[in-house]
């Protein structure tokens, strides 16, 4: 099966006429970032000089608040208590356009509230306050919940339960809210966080993480075949469509009833704080799926998501714009750099981008006088990998293929072209007039051509697929033609 090519901003403009319904524990987040500078002198504990504080919807409301800062609009219903905590987060919705909030008030407990003590220099959690009732709510409170979540699902694309095991996602709230669901045909994705997962049972997606999925399935679940081997029997007992659990800096592991599961690893990051990096998770999850993404793409979606949100301080949530930065990342090399005339420095440059988890793709071409027809070649191509090589015929190839005309450029100019291409992470020049040598040596993942080859003509599609990788046609861009362009340049019309 080809690897879909990620078309970001045609799928960001997708999301944007989406509405997700996300429900679940809300939570006022506080963050006290100060300095360590000594003991106290009551107990043997650091003391923590205050500087700065913020405040950040959390919980399910992260959740909502990222559905919503990556382009999708969300209908988010939530649970407060009669206080100064509740009316701080009902404010805080109502300033955010993209969300429509339906809270429920139960004046018999707290707005669940956690105030966490940052150190400032080395970004370190010190301590954590919570106020909160983690309890069932009440049958009353129940009801009202229920009443609120209802009418809106026939609004929703897809609906997102967040559970914080805080006593809003009760069993009787979780069950009317998936029948309604798939009685509407709605997707249900369900972060959960109860270990009896028959209570979810007619999820679309369960998105736990190792720890949860460990204790659920009763497994080590430390590798990506534990948890495949692991997966069957519960999404049977949950009847759900796939499983993704979330490892940190693991990665993530996708499990697909009836297919085949993907892995896919973190990101290179550096870790700031990992405070709502799930909530991120979930959201892009339900944005991508919303916007009709397949599993594949949707997985992608949210691994870089949660690079992004990992890297900031706090309860973040992660735009549009950083999401297709990560998953379209700058090239690594300045662009004199790109082109490499030593195999050596191949194989070296090879080694590092897979000792990073890098899937690395390949395209070849004489690539004369570049044109858009070749840009959408080689920007899908990036987007169907995360390193790019670009094979480049020689000029003695290029004679030999073209004719003794051919090339109008000579194949230093035509590489120095190339390398400017963001989109283009490597430039091989090879002399034979096929890729295939050069294809055995990089062993790529992806293999793309034009869509006016066929999969059988795409030289070296064999070597790739015995090796596990996929072979990616692009539809070409009609009336773009080097051949042509030539023709005109030297007065033979159009």
């Avoid at 309860?315 to 999401?323: H, I, M, P, Q, R």
């Avoid at 194989?347 to 858009?372: K, S, Y």
Wanted: hydrophobic share 45%; with cysteine; proline share 4%.
């Amino acid at each position: 099966m080809p690897t879909p090519i990620l078309d970001f901003d045609a799928l960001a403009q997708a999301i944007s006429g989406r509405m997700v319904l996300c429900m679940g524990d809300i939570m006022l987040d506080e963050f006290v970032y100060g300095e360590v500078s000594r003991i106290s002198p009551e107990a043997p504990t650091p003391v923590i000089t205050a500087q700065r504080s913020e405040i950040h919807i959390g919980g399910a409301g992260n959740v909502a608040r990222n559905v919503a800062s990556l382009g999708a609009r969300c209908i988010f219903v939530g649970l407060v208590g009669e206080d100064d905590a509740g009316v701080r987060l009902k404010t805080a919705l109502d300033e955010l356009a993209a969300i429509e909030s339906v809270l429920v008030c139960d004046p018999s407990r707290p707005t669940t509230r956690k105030v966490r003590f940052v150190s400032e220099h080395f970004s370190t959690h010190m301590l954590r306050a919570d106020w909160e009732q983690a309890a069932p709510v009440s049958d009353e409170v129940e009801t009202k919940l229920i009443e609120a979540i209802l009418p809106q699902i026939a609004r929703a694309d897809l609906v997102l339960l967040s559970d914080y095991a805080k006593g809003v996602l009760t069993a009787r709230v979780i069950r009317h809210t998936i029948d309604a669901a798939r009685k509407l045909g709605k997707p249900v994705i369900v972060d959960p966080k109860s270990l009896n997962w028959a209570i979810y049972r007619g999820a679309t997606l369960l998105t736990p993480n190792r720890k949860e999925f460990s204790e659920a399935t009763r497994s080590r679940a430390d590798t990506p075949q534990s948890i495949v081997d692991a997966s069957e029997d519960v999404m049977r007992l949950a009847d759900c469509e796939a499983i993704l659990v979330t490892q940190g800096e693991h990665g993530m592991t996708l499990v697909p009833r009836g297919g085949e599961a993907v892995h896919v690893p973190a990101f290179p990051v550096k870790v700031r704080d990992v405070s709502g990096a799930g909530d991120t998770v979930a959201a892009a999850l339900a944005v991508s799926l919303a916007a009709g993404a397949d599993w594949d793409t949707a997985l992608r979606m949210a691994n870089a998501a949660a690079a992004v949100a990992v890297g900031k301080q706090g309860t973040a949530s992660v735009s549009a714009a950083e999401l297709r930065r990560k998953i379209l990342p700058h090239a690594s090399l300045a662009a004199e750099e790109k082109i490499v005339l030593d195999p050596a420095a191949l194989d070296a440059q090879l080694a590092e981008w897979r000792n990073q988890g890098q899937r690395v793709g390949f395209t070849n071409g004489c690539f004369d006088i570049l044109h858009p027809g070749h840009v959408k070649v080689l920007t899908a191509a990036r987007a169907a990998c995360d390193r790019l090589i670009v094979g480049l015929n020689s000029d003695a190839s290029v004679r030999r293929l073209k004719g003794a005309e051919r090339p109008v450029q000579d194949e230093r100019a035509r590489a120095e072209v190339l390398a400017a291409l963001e989109a283009v992470d490597l430039i091989v020049i090879f002399e034979e007039d096929t890729p295939i040598d050069l294809i055995r040596r990089i062993k790529p993942g992806v293999l793309v051509k034009g869509g006016d080859y066929t999969r059988e003509q795409v030289v070296g599609h064999e070597v790739v697929e015995q090796a596990g990788g996929v072979v990616v046609l692009v539809d070409i861009l009609q009336g773009f033609s080097t051949t042509a362009l030539v023709h005109r340049a030297r007065g033979g019309g159009k």
